[in-house]
């Protein structure tokens, strides 16, 4: 029963954004914000992550299989591409970023509710859900996306110089099996990865930091509920995702 509960909860919080909205410009500024917050407090760690990410899935897969001459050395290209897109690049990412975003949004909020300045806005009449939590979730949207993007981008870079240096393949068949085989489609599951693992993390840190009771133990207990909820979310939103659409 309680988990139930806590769904009828997360969903009267997402609806009760939509019910009373409030200035415009004041979502606008604040929004801008969470997308500066969470994109720019996380470029660099996952821009090291994914990097090195690539480089391992180059190396472990050349090792596995071009030295057994399973495939020849230019499908490494397309093999470390479709593994980042499709797999690694999404799921890594919005992992990380459950554990760095997903705990600061419950924490933030978190203490908001514990020195009641949550009430304080309530008794003014503010829609707090719609100002404390739309703009985390749009923002979330609207950058988790490109991050992701970026560590495709990164991770291709790195899978090509690590199999470079360790003389797996060369440049040449490296760039010819990133032009091979292209699946646009690919890009699409992506996206839909992007967008599905972005309000997942914000929404449900979002839920346990907004309805945090107790002190100040609690608000540490509501940020491991939320990367721990969320990571469990993302999993198998991931599953259900390349299920249905694969």
């Known amino acids: 029963m309680g988990f139930l509960h806590d769904i009828g909860k997360y969903i009267l919080m997402i609806s009760s954004m ?13 929004t801008m914000r969470q997308v ?6 996380s470029v660099l760690i996952i821009a090291i992550v994914s990097t090195f990410v690539g480089a391992v899935t180059a190396v472990q897969f050349s ?15 397309i093999i470390v591409r479709d593994s980042l897109i499709l797999e690694m690049a999404p799921t890594i990412c919005a992992l990380l970023l459950a554990g760095k975003v997903g705990s600061n949004i419950a924490s933030e909020l978190g203490s908001m509710r514990v020195t009641e300045q949550i009430d304080a806005l309530e008794i003014m009449g503010v829609n707090t859900t719609a100002y404390l939590i739309g703009p985390k979730i749009l923002g979330g949207l609207i950058i988790v996306p490109f991050l992701i993007i970026m560590a495709v981008g990164l991770g291709i870079i790195g899978g090509g110089i690590a199999g470079v240096l360790g003389d797996f393949f060369s440049t040449a068949d490296y760039v010819r099996g990133l032009q091979d085989g292209h699946e646009a489609f690919y890009i699409v599951i992506m996206l839909i990865k992007c967008y599905v693992f972005a309000f997942i993390i914000t929404s449900v840190a979002c839920y346990q930091g907004f309805y945090v009771k107790g002190g100040a133990l609690e608000i ?17 939103a991931n599953f259900l995702i390349a299920f249905l659409l694969l």
Not at 18 to 30: C, D, G, I, V, W
Not at 63 to 77: K, R
């Open 18 to 30: 939509f019910t009373r909205p409030e200035n415009l410009s004041m979502y606008a500024k604040e």
């Open 36 to 41: 500066y917050q969470i994109g720019i407090g």
């Open 220 to 236: 540490g207990n509501a940020s491991t509920r939320a990367v721990v909820n969320s990571s469990i979310v993302i999993i198998i």
């Open 63 to 77: 090792y596995q299989l071009l030295d057994i001459g399973l495939i020849p050395m230019w499908w490494m290209g």
